[in-house]
């Protein structure tokens, strides 16, 4: 039996990145970091992440802590309008 492969390329089709890198500070604290790159159809979203976590131990036999962390978003957004291709009359919508 013959083996029969399709390729079928889409140039409108999701391209997505994404890379993340976590680490812990001593026994108690943290940082992490994400990049990010996403292009779906006519938008693109870029953006990056920056986080910071800090762990307090109240009882670490029973494992009882208190958390909290700050994080900062930068995003990019962009719609490519020239790719659109708009029409012109819907009968749908008088």
Do not use: C
């Not at 390329?9 to 996403?38: C, H, L, M, T, W």
């Not at 930068?74 to 012109?88: E, G, T």
């Amino acid at each position: 039996m013959d083996s029969v492969w399709i390729v079928y390329e889409n140039k409108d089709a999701p391209d997505n990145q994404y890379i993340y890198a976590y680490f812990r500070i001593a026994d108690q604290s943290g940082v992490g970091i994400s990049v990010y790159n996403d292009k779906n159809g006519n938008t693109r979203q870029t953006g990056a992440k920056a986080s910071f976590a800090h762990h307090i131990i109240l009882d670490y036999y029973s494992k009882q802590y208190l958390s909290f962390g700050i994080s900062y978003n930068i995003n990019n957004f962009k719609i490519d309008a020239n790719a659109l291709d708009p029409v012109d009359f819907d009968p749908a919508i008088t």
